[in-house]
């Protein structure tokens, strides 16, 4: 499966953005997927995973009640919706695919990944 992030950018302290990430292929809804980021000096960390159906969802204790992750099978999408958005957020974030869990928050479960998009929240 091949994916592409986008919908980064710019954004105040407070605002909110939503990523996207478009996958290819038939087989997107056999694939639990992750977002991911990486801040300039620091290593890959996780952000929010989603479960093939959309059942279960698993978030990083630092976005938690902030960013909510969903997924389109229909459409071969999964999106990151992020509310109430600090500095601390900035960052490339990444989204990845996965077969072998239901939900992993691991970098090192995941098979696919995408280019990253940065997200940069300004104090």
């Known amino acids: 499966v091949q994916l592409q992030a986008f919908g980064g950018g710019l954004v105040q302290a407070g605002g909110s953005l939503r990523l996207s990430c478009a996958a290819s292929g038939r087989t997107f809804s056999s694939y639990g997927m992750g977002w991911f980021r990486q801040a300039p000096g620091k290593e890959r960390e996780f952000v929010a995973a989603?479960?093939?159906?959309?059942?279960?969802?698993a978030y990083a204790d630092s976005v938690k009640g902030r960013f909510t992750i969903s997924r389109d099978n229909a459409k071969n999408m999964v999106y990151l919706q992020m509310n109430s958005l600090k500095p601390e957020d900035t960052a490339v974030y990444y989204c990845?695919?996965?077969?072998?869990?239901?939900?992993?928050?691991?970098?090192?479960?995941?098979?696919?990944w995408g280019q990253g998009t940065q997200v940069t929240v300004s104090s």
């Open positions: 990845a695919a996965q077969a072998r869990l239901l939900v992993a928050d691991t970098a090192r479960e995941y098979e696919y």
């Open positions: 989603i479960d093939r159906s959309a059942l279960r969802t």
